[in-house]
């Protein structure tokens, strides 16, 4: 909890134009073992809220929102559904979402989350578009973020093996600017050597753009 109102009032600065941060980062530090040189892999999570158990625990949480987008004749079904068929709403969602959960319950491992909690969010009214679009949290639900990737069939072991063999390809090559591609609907990364002042005008233009 200290580190995280430290976080909040360092983000928020003495400038009034600073807003506090959304987010509370949360600097880790993991081996990454493998049959050749070890490797320290250094990384940043992210924590969106801290609770507190019955017995006066505090728990880390992250939170993230299940969208309904597929409102059936413009009549939200996640309304008349979600408190008897809310298992089947969550089984549809990890077969079209997979990867996006697959991210959020990585990011909560590494992070050293104790919750990720989902928000089942429709919209307010369904017929609504542009500025005048409002939603509605109908519930929540939410999972011990290890035992949530044992529930998609996420391993782990898997996702730290395939991290090290990027990191070996990549430390394998000279000293240049890459891109790492991953094929559309395929399981295959590519890497593509790029011209060192590739993307620079890109972040100048961004710049400026901030700077209005």
């Known amino acids: 909890k200290q580190w995280y109102q430290r976080r909040v009032a360092i983000t928020a600065g003495d400038d009034d134009d600073n807003e506090p941060s959304s987010v509370a980062y949360r600097y880790r530090k993991f081996p990454l073992l493998g049959p050749g040189e070890p490797y320290t892999l250094i990384c940043r999570s992210e924590i969106d809220a801290v609770t507190t158990t019955a017995n006066g625990e505090e728990q880390l949480m992250n939170i993230k929102a299940l969208n309904e987008w597929d409102l059936k004749a413009g009549a939200s079904e996640w309304r008349q559904k979600l408190d008897t068929q809310r298992g089947d709403i969550l089984t549809t969602e990890m ?101 060192l002042n590739t993307f620079e005008e890109d972040n100048e233009e961004s710049d400026e753009e901030e700077g209005k």
């Open 95 to 195: 077969k079209n979402n997979k990867c996006k959960l697959a991210k959020w319950t990585v990011s909560s491992i590494l992070a050293g989350s104790d919750l990720l909690k989902f928000g089942y969010v429709t919209r307010s009214m369904p017929r609504s578009s542009g500025e005048s679009i409002g939603h509605s949290i109908l519930g929540t639900q939410q999972f011990y973020p290890k035992q949530f990737a044992a529930q998609i069939s996420l391993d782990m072991n898997n996702a730290w093996g395939i991290l090290r063999v990027i990191v070996d390809k990549c430390m394998a090559l000279k000293d240049g600017k890459y891109v790492l591609y991953k094929e559309p609907s395929k399981g295959i990364l590519r890497i593509y050597k790029v011209p």
